[in-house]
Each structure stands twice: as C-alpha cells, then as structure tokens.
C-alpha cells in the first residue's frame, strides 16, 4: 500500500490545493493527515470542507484541540491565540462538530499516526522527549513506524535496543530487520519551518519501506496576502515568504 501523510496544513488552502494536485498524480492508495489543518492560515473552513469531500480521516492537532475547548487556548502566544479566535469564528456548527470527532491517533497496520507524540499526544512535541521516552513510546504502540507533525520540521528518529539516532528526514528506505522502529516528523503543508518554504508531504510504501519526502511549490504570495486581507498577524504570512 502506498500511504500519502501530510500534516499541519494550517488553513493554507493554495498549499492543500497544490499537495493534494500532486497525491493524485502519484495514484497512492490512501491519504492520511496528521492534525493541525486550521490555524495560522486564512481558509480554515474551505480546508476542512476540502479535506472531508476527498474522504482524508484525520487524527486531532493542538489547533483542533483549542478550536474545541477554549481552556486550551491559554497554551498558546497571543498571536497563535489571536488565529485560533479567527478560525473558531469562521467554522460553522457542522464542521465543528466534526472536529469534536477527531481521534487521537490513527493505527493502520504496522503504522502510527498521531499529531505530536506517541501514543496519543496532540501537544508534546518531538523535540520535548528525550531518547529513552521516544523508545518508549514507540515500544508502546507495537507499531514500526510512526509519523508526526506538530513541529513543523523534517525528522527521523530510528531506535533499537542500544541506540537511539536523530537524523534529518529525506527520501530513504526503512528496514524492516534488526527490530528497528522508526518515528518520522514530516514536515508542514501549510507553514514550513525547515527553511524549505515548499510545502510539504511524505508517501509511504508500506510493503518496500520506501519513504519519499515531496515538496510542492505553490502561490505562496497569494497564500500571505490572503493572512494579512484578513487581519490576521503579519508573521504568520512571513513564514511563507
């Protein structure tokens, strides 16, 4: 099976658009998304109506998390704060009932997914763990391989029973030997931070192992000068340029 992930597309729909123009021509089997789809960006509500009509489950992401409950809101900075209050008042009742719907995490085969850590954590976030708690947390799920968002960052993490290694994340080949796990963090669609300002995916071959990072040029002018047209903070349209 031929798995497409994507994660954290931020309300940023001339990314979705462009990723999702790109999955279709790479004829996967499914497409999954690791959470965080609104926020930041200026289309919350045509990126969860996109998402949906394509038929793409979701796990739950920290911005999904504030959207629904707004005791969680304090979490974040006040300009974060200031696009989570544009986005929950541009969601309608049925969409927001959807979000409440969102699952933790999503477990497909010798696969996990989940928006900031394994097991189940839409909040934590990669860099937070330290080698044994990752090992841990992989050995929790009995799954091989794990992907994350919420960072916004290419990582992979691979562990075994002496080590556990940090690497960048580009296209490579898991092994499926030597009780290796692995835990990849895969980027951002929507609001790269990884100095690449292409969006960004990643395609799984479950039965090869093969795991391909793809970037996706798109508008990425239109995309911020949509954020500031709504008043949303500047800063948040800087990060695509």
């Keep these: 099976m ?3 992930v994507i994660s954290d597309v931020h309300g940023n729909l001339d990314a979705l658009d462009a990723v999702l123009a790109d999955i279709a021509a790479a004829a996967v089997d499914m497409t999954l998304s690791l959470g965080d789809n609104i926020g930041y960006g200026a289309e919350p509500e045509a990126v969860l109506e996109r998402l949906r009509a394509a038929g ?3 796990v739950c992401g920290n911005h999904e ?3 629904i409950d707004p005791t969680v809101r304090q979490w974040f900075n006040p300009l974060a704060r200031q ?4 986005t929950r008042d541009r969601l309608n009742d049925e969409t927001m009932a959807y979000l409440r719907t969102l699952p933790k995490f999503i477990h497909l085969g010798a696969c996990w997914f989940v928006h900031g850590f394994p097991p189940d954590s839409p909040t934590v976030y990669l860099f937070q763990a330290d080698d044994s708690e990752v090992r841990d947390a992989l050995t929790a799920t009995g799954c091989r391989v794990c992907f994350v968002g919420h ?3 290419l990582e992979l993490v691979t562990t075994d029973a002496a080590s556990v290694t940090r690497e960048a994340l580009t296209s490579c080949t898991l092994q499926p030997d030597g009780g290796k796990r692995y835990l990849a963090s895969i980027g951002s669609v929507g609001q790269p931070r990884d100095g690449n300002h292409d969006a960004k995916y990643v395609i799984y071959h479950t039965d090869t192992g093969t795991l391909t990072v793809r970037y996706v040029p798109y508008d990425r002018e239109a995309a911020a000068r949509k954020i500031i047209a709504a008043g949303l903070p500047k ?3 800087n990060r695509l340029l």
Excluded: G, V
Aim: aromatic share 6%; charged share 15%; no cysteine.
């Design 65 to 67: 998390l504030a959207a």
């Design 151 to 153: 960072t916004h960052d």
């Design 2 to 4: 031929r798995l497409a």
């Design 83 to 86: 696009s989570i209050e544009f």
């Design 56 to 58: 793409i489950p979701s």
């Design 235 to 237: 800063n948040h349209a």
